[in-house]
């Protein structure tokens, strides 16, 4: 497998949590072909440079061993086992391997079949993916319409976010905020995730606060 392959993969998982929390917050076409064009752009001209950023192993252990290592066929039988078996990083990282095709032709179904065993077992950052697939049935890797399901999302949303993930607070936000036009659900999952220390979460709490304080003062 070579350099530049593995350098590409890592930087196109490093960008799919990016373009999916963007998605979730801005609600909105624009930036899905936004975002589609700027990975296109950095494929072109700068993978092997991005891709320094990507492999956290406090964020995705697993990951980072299948793209450290030029066995990937050996590491991926060996996740395929783990994740048979119920480990649950295992079965996120499959997710994320069969939603971008990092090294496997892309699978939608295997994608979502993984991330839904990762989430129903616990894990946040499966629980997070699967969501944002479901809501807006789209992906860095393709189209996930067939999959939407806006309500089995925000069942997952709400799961990654009391589990503590801000990403899914703030995209919980987003989703009130803008598709529902529920500021008072939008200000409880603002707060949760400006609580947790995220300051456009706050920033966007008392926006939303002032526009309400304005309409009552008129």
Not at 60 to 87: M, N, P, W
Not at 139 to 145: E, H, K, N
Request: glycine content about 6%; aromatic content about 12%; proline content about 1%.
């Amino acid at each position: 497998m070579s350099a530049s392959f593995l350098s590409e993969v890592k930087f196109l998982l490093d960008l799919k949590l990016s373009f999916m929390l963007s998605l979730c917050m801005k609600g909105s076409e624009m930036v899905l072909n936004k975002y589609i064009l700027f990975l296109v752009l950095v494929f072109l001209f700068s993978a092997p440079l991005a891709a320094k950023a990507y492999c956290n192993k406090e964020y995705h252990r697993e990951l980072c061993v299948i793209y450290e290592t030029e066995d990937f066929q050996t590491e991926f039988r060996r996740l395929l086992l783990a994740a048979s078996k119920g480990d649950t990083e295992a079965q996120t990282s499959l997710g994320t391997i069969y939603d971008t095709g990092a090294g496997v032709k892309p699978d939608k179904e295997e994608a979502i079949k993984w991330y839904r065993l990762a989430a129903e077992n616990g894990d946040t950052s499966a629980q997070y993916s699967l969501a944002s697939i479901l809501y807006s049935g789209k992906s860095v890797a393709g189209d996930y319409g067939a999959y939407k399901n806006k309500g089995d999302a925000l069942k997952w949303y709400k799961e990654a976010a009391k589990n503590g993930d801000i990403s899914a607070q703030l995209a919980l936000g987003g989703i009130y905020r803008l598709d529902y036009m529920d500021r008072e659900n939008a200000l409880k999952w603002y707060r949760m995730a400006a609580d947790n220390g995220d300051q456009d979460a706050q920033k966007l709490y008392e926006e939303i606060t002032k526009e309400i304080a304005k309409e009552s003062n008129e």
